[in-house]
Every structure is written in C-alpha cells, then in structure tokens.
C-alpha cells in the first residue's frame, strides 16, 4: 500500500499536470472555478439578504396605517439596507412641482455637515413642470452615477450642489396609477457604486410605498366620513330634541333659551340670538328677546334696535323667505345705519333666518360671529333654515302637533341611519380587508384596554404571536392569490378557536396573526396555542416548500404575565415575540412558551 506522503505527492503532481494542460488550453484552473463558485455564491447569498430585506420592509409598511409612520420606516430601513447616506420623499404638486417633505427624510448618522433637504423644501424643476412629471409618468427608475458626468443641466446641477449631492438614484411613487412623488436616494461624501439589484430593490420599495399611501388615504377619508357622520348626527339629535320640545311644551321661554344654547355650542359661533320687532312698528323697532353670547362680547338683550333701512327695503322680502348669509359684513353693501348697529355688537359675520307666525314676519333667528370674518357651510346654513322652520311652526298654534309628529318621526328615521351607517364604518375601520378578522389598529387598542384592567385587577393575561412556517416560499410558489387564500383560511381557522366573547384574533402584519386572552395563564395560553397548531394542521393545506411538513404548519410564541407599573403591553409583546423565534429556532410547527423576570405560570 502507497504511503500517505506517497499519495499526498502524487495528488500534487496530479494538480500541477491540470494546472499546466489549462494554461496550455487556456482553460480555468481548479483554483480559478473554485473561486468563482464561491463568488457565485456569494451573490446570490447576498441576493437573497436583499429580497429578505425587501421582504421585511415590505412588512412594516404594510402594518401601519399611518402615513407618517410609514414613511418615515421606509427612508430609516431602506438607507440602511442599501447602505447609501439620505433617503428623502419627494411629493408633487399639482402643477408638478414640488417639495421634500421633513418628517420623511431620513440621513445615515455621522453625516452631519450635509444640509437637511426638507422642511418642506420647494425643489421645482421646471423640465417635470413642464413634462408633467418627464419620464417618471412612465414608471422609469433614474439613476446618476456622477452628476458631473451625466449631461444635467447647468441650474440642475446648481441645485444638487446646494446640498452636496454627488450621484443618485430615484423610483416614482404611484397612487391609484397617479404618480404621486419620487422616493430618492443620495449620495454625498462618496461615489456610490448602484448595481441594477440596487435600483430594482429601490423601485420596489417605492412601489409598495404607493400602495400602502392609497391605503392610509383611504382610512383618513373613512375617519373623515365617521367625523362628518357624528357632527351631522349631532345636529339632527339637537334638531330632534327641539322638535319634541315644541311638542310637548308651548312655553317659548323655555324653547328659545334651549334653541340659542344648543345653536350657538353646534356651530361654535360668537352669539345667537332671537330677535322680535315691535307688532306696531312696522318691521323698524324690535329687540333681542333670547341669546346665547360669549362673556367677551356685549349682550343684546333688552336694547332697543331702530332700523327704517330695514323697513323700507328688506321687510316684505323676509316675509316672502328671503335670509341672508354675510360671511364679512365688510364685503357687501350695506347703508350707513344698518352698518353701525351691526358694530354696536362688535358682529363680523352673520346668519339671518325670518320667523313667521302665518302670513306675518315674527321676528330673526340670528346668528353671530364676532371675532372674526367668517365662510359659512351649506351645511350650517341648512341647520339654521330648519331650526327657523320649526320655530315657525311653534308660532302657528293650530298647526304645532301635526307637523311636529311627522317631522320628529322623519328624524328620528335618519337618526337611526346615522347611527347605522357610524357603526358599520367604525367596524370597518377595525377590520382586516383580506382575512376579514380584526386589524392591527384594533389589536393596539384591544390590548392597551385590557392591560389597564388587568392592571387594575392583578390577572395574568396571555398573548400568542402566530407565524405561518416558510409562508414565503409559499407565495412564492403558489402566487400572490394563492398566498392570500391561505392567509384567509388560517385566519379564520384561528379565530374559531377561542371561544369568549373577550378573547380577540387579529392579523398583526403579513402573515403574522396575534391572539389576546384576557384573565389566562400561561397554560391556558399553552392549551389554545396548541389547539391553533392542531387546527391548522387539520386544514391540511400542502405546502411543498416547507422544510418542517408537506403541509401548511405554525410556529408560536406564548407569553403571559400580570401588569404592573414596571411593564407596558410592550413588555408582553417583546415576551411574546421572543417566544415565537424561539419556536422558529427550535424546528418550527410548534407552541414555545416565553420565560423571563415577569412571565408567571
């Protein structure tokens, strides 16, 4: 038998004689492949760090709702990965220009001396006023390597100057197919080197960006639309209340002095009054018999207001239903004498309504800003009328019930609508669009309610954090449809398994799900984990991907503990989360429980 020296010679004379017949041949060498091999490898090791990255940025953005947390993520987590020196937001106008928005600007730290591009820097280009938005209407990604050497235009060049711009690159932002804004990237103390993995990864990013802001838009026009449902709701209840106040009571007194209060506290206005004229003054003498008034402003009450300008030129026409909306008594002509008795009352703005008895003019409904000028809504505008309308009703006796039942019953119909249609959206608002379970944003305020009780009350509660095992590989497989379908059948598979009214499953972000149970120890949460393990694995769902099972399977992380004034939900939520890639780390498919200074059995 040959020697190990032996063998270990003929082994280096074997690779020298390759060696030697590749250099002949001009072919690689050993060595040569060996390296490239491991060159290959090491960009795809770092391709997949990218779309892993990627991945998790895509996460966040899609777990927030509010836009200035997103954004604010992005630039932070997009600078880093890819390692250049500002990340900054760029937003159009609607003339194309535009501006860099601060709160979305984000500059590596050490790179002090730069000047900061925003507080809402204005940046127009005039070539993207001009164009429309140039080439980024047509979803182009731009890059410079140099801007020295990249043909810009001399005042272009000026204005990257100003902020020691030395290259960039940047990706449109599209909402609703409407290009919105450019997410940018600079560089200023050095040349960066973009590789197309680079700018891919930043038109993603920007990509994702435009979705998740047509998100956020679309909850601030629901929470709007709440907003505008509940002031609404507030002045149809008042409307209702005076309409069932006429009706059962025909003490005026009482109903003026209820109307003005009510008026003037809806509508947030200076002064409200209700004026009377004289019965035999021919519409030109009257006074305030009722008003609500700020302390800082002159009363109304009891002053003897003579106005033959009013009598002569504007009395029939308010008895025929004309009213008058002054938004600046400064803007519109007005004779001498009416103009002083309005400055007598320091008024700047005015709603005037007539109030009929009959055919007769009655007197005004008034209503007052005296601060300021002020632009009245339709809306306002349309509550006055109907506040008048029925004050002219309660001045026909004959007529008051009839018309306050059919009246009181109409409101109490669209009261009822109001109300409705408030609860469906603020139901929507609180649930996730795909899995239809409960969103984050009702996760984060379940959570915070029942850490103050359990405070109060000195009860373990429990919190699950669930992960879909390997669900990337899933979508990637399967498709963004597919990985959605699944999403939904786990969901809901999820949220069978507790069975109290206060437990809540929620979608935490991705495929991410969270459970709350509220007064449960840890092996209460241990026993439900379980069960939610088993129920999905009872689905069956294939999984040809995963490394764990040929089948759809969870990791979970349980963490339980009593609050108390050393701990935040954060701490039970930092608990859970280390549980849950403890479960990962551990081989996946199953329940870990969290241990640690608070966590009690």
């Not at 020697?3 to 390759?18: G, R």
């Not at 005039?126 to 050497?149: C, F, K, M, P």
């Not at 998100?215 to 709440?226: P, S």
């Not at 109030?355 to 009655?362: I, N, Q, S, V, Y």
């Amino acid at each position: 038998m040959l020697s190990d020296k032996f063998k270990s010679i003929l082994q280096l004379i074997a690779t020298k004689f390759i060696d030697l017949v590749c250099i002949i041949f001009n072919l690689p060498t050993i060595r040569q492949l060996q390296a490239q091999l491991q060159q290959q490898k090491l960009e795809i090791q770092k391709k997949e760090e990218k779309e892993k990255a990627l991945y998790r940025v895509i996460n966040k953005i899609r777990a927030s709702l509010d836009i200035e947390s997103i954004f604010r993520t992005t630039t932070k987590e997009t600078c880093k990965l890819l390692g250049v020196e500002r990340i900054a937001v760029y937003r159009f106008h609607e003339d194309w220009g535009g501006e860099f928005v601060n709160d979305f600007e984000f500059v590596e730290p050490g790179i002090d001396t730069i000047q900061m591009i925003g507080e809402n820097t204005v940046w127009n280009d005039s070539y993207l006023q001009q164009h429309q938005g140039g080439r980024y209407r047509n979803n182009e990604t731009i890059y410079v390597a140099d801007i020295y050497t990249a043909n810009l235009s001399q005042c272009h060049i000026e204005i990257l100057e100003q902020f020691q711009i030395r290259d960039y690159a940047t990706a449109p932002i599209f909402v609703r197919q409407q290009l919105w804004g450019v997410l940018s990237a600079y560089q200023h103390s050095q040349y960066y080197n973009w590789k197309k993995s680079d700018i891919q990864f930043l038109a993603q990013v920007a990509s994702q960006l435009g979705f998740a802001v047509q998100q956020a838009e679309m909850l601030i026009a629901m929470e709007q639309k709440i907003i505008e449902l509940n002031q609404a709701n507030q002045r149809q209840q008042i409307l209702f209340d005076l309409v069932v106040k006429i009706r059962e009571s025909l003490d005026m007194e009482v109903l003026f002095k209820t109307t003005v209060r009510e008026i003037r506290k809806v509508l947030q206005v200076d002064r409200v009054g209700i004026f009377k004229f004289d019965p035999e003054s021919n519409y030109y003498s009257g006074e305030f018999i009722s008003e609500n008034v700020l302390p800082m402003y002159d009363s109304a009450i009891a002053v003897k207001i003579e106005d033959h300008c009013f009598s002569n030129n504007y009395a029939i026409l308010y008895q025929q239903g004309r009213y008058r909306v002054v938004p600046n008594i400064y803007e519109i002509e007005l004779e001498e004498c009416h103009l002083q008795i309005l400055e007598q009352f320091q008024i700047k703005a005015q709603i005037i309504f007539p109030l009929t008895k009959g055919d007769e003019l009655w007197g005004l409904l008034c209503v007052h800003q005296c601060s300021a000028a002020r632009s009245w809504t339709d809306v306002e505008v349309q509550f006055i009328k109907q506040l008048a309308t029925q004050f002219s009703v309660a001045l026909q006796h004959s007529e008051l019930l009839e018309s306050t039942k059919i009246q009181a019953k109409k409101l109490a119909d669209i009261n009822q609508s109001l109300e409705k249609a408030n609860s469906s959206l603020e139901q929507l608002s609180n649930i996730d669009s795909l899995t239809k379970i409960a969103n984050r944003r009702r996760f984060d305020e379940y959570l915070a309610i029942e850490w103050q009780r359990h405070l109060r009350e000195q009860q373990f509660m429990t919190l699950i954090f669930i992960d879909i095992d390997y669900f990337k590989r899933y979508n990637d497989y399967y498709g963004h449809q597919g990985g959605d379908e699944c999403l939904i059948q786990v969901a809901q598979a999820i949220a069978l398994i507790p069975q109290r009214s206060i437990d809540l499953v929620a979608r935490y972000g991705g495929e991410e799900f969270a459970a709350i149970l509220p007064n449960t120890n840890i092996e209460g949460g241990l026993i439900i984990a379980e069960a939610i393990k088993n129920a999905i694995a009872s689905l069956a769902i294939t999984h040809p991907k995963s490394e764990v099972s040929n089948y759809v399977t969870l990791s979970l992380g349980v963490a339980s503990m009593i609050p108390n004034v050393e701990t935040t939900p954060e701490s039970l939520i930092a608990y859970a989360d280390e549980a849950l890639y403890t479960a990962k780390r551990e081989g996946r498919n199953r329940a870990t429980p969290a241990v640690g200074k608070f966590i009690a059995s």
